[in-house]
């Protein structure tokens, strides 16, 4: 993936130079526990300032659960980490009523998923039907237990991990949630000097014990708004994503192709990614970047596609090539 364009226009706002100047310094941080893979900690960094909810997926020992803990450290807001095994309960997650014997009255008691930041270790390694307990709060960002609502506090980010679901002991995420992740990203292997790196750091001292915020919520939250409020994106961009869209529904390798969630999360993110460039309008390569991290995992292949060997990334690119991409310029005041 290609690692974000630095460059500023004259035209920037003060802004968005601001989120450029937080993006930058949240992502170095996360970068001294995550080495040589900039545009991965990018890609994270973006879905939290979009808000949106990461999956991190690629085989044990590459450091999915490091990045979601180092992600969580960089920021200073209340955060916690959720085991996923086969014996985990639903309540486990979103928490219980429990009859309070001085009161004579029921009593709510809040699961770890009431956090700024959640982190769902080996996430399908639980049952579909825990990890349905996941489905409304990624949505609406609440919880219903026996009737009654409880809201989470903003910002609200599932970092989930998993392994590929052909390893032992996995189970597959209902499409439904898959759905619900604003992106998908595979760490990869890290390079030699990079391991090097990784090795010397480690037999000092882990690196994510030394970890510190960078960003208070308050500035979270103002970087989600401010990305929303004073990013421009062209009509001819809204409406090539919609194209894309609709060309994954019409394809023959596929028999689910991307919804109006994943329409709306490519370009919130290629919001994102824009102020983090220094910019305050969306580019076309904005989207064309973010198509795989953001569409990919929402294709579902067709029984025939799956046996020829083809996958959703590459049907993705099939598509990419088919839709042509308009030429836009700068945003003009």
Known sequence: ????????????GEGVAWFQERFTALVDNIEQVIRG????????????????????????????T?????????????ASRIQFTPDLLPSDVTG???????????EFHRGPVFHNVVIGDEINRASPKTQSALLEVMEERQVTVDAETFPVERPFVVVATQNPVDLDGTYRLPEAQVD?????????????????????GQSVR?????????LSLDEVRAMIALVRREVYVAPELVRYAI??????????????????????????????????????????????????????????????????????TEVL?????????????????
Not at 37 to 64: C, F, I, Q
């Open 1 to 12: 993936m290609p690692e974000l364009d630095d460059e500023s226009t004259d035209e920037t």
């Open 37 to 64: 893979k900039r545009a991965v900690v990018e890609l994270a960094a973006m879905a939290l300032l979009t808000e949106g909810h990461l999956l991190l997926e690629d085989v044990p020992g590459l450091g999915k």
């Open 66 to 78: 490091s990045l979601a803990r180092a992600l969580a450290r960089s920021i200073d807001a209340s």
């Open 96 to 106: 219980v009523q429990v009859f309070n014997d001085a009161t004579r009255e029921f």
């Open 180 to 200: 619900r992740f604003l992106l998908k990203v595979s760490v990869g292997y890290p390079d030699e000097d990079a391991e090097l790196e990784i090795v010397a």
């Open 206 to 214: 882990p690196p994510l014990a030394e970890l510190r915020p960078v």
């Open 243 to 312: 194209r894309l869209a609709a060309a994954t529904r019409e394809s023959d390798a596929l028999r689910l192709g991307v919804s109006p969630r994943g329409t709306l999360a490519l370009v919130h993110t290629a919001r994102t990614r824009a102020a983090a460039s220094g910019r305050d309008y969306v580019a076309p390569e904005d989207l064309k970047a973010l198509a795989g991290p953001a569409l990919a995992h929402r294709l579902v292949l067709t029984p025939e596609a799956e046996l020829s060997g083809r996958s959703a």
């Open 317 to 333: 690119a099939e598509v990419l090539d088919q839709v042509p991409l308009p030429a836009v310029g700068a945003a003009v005041d």
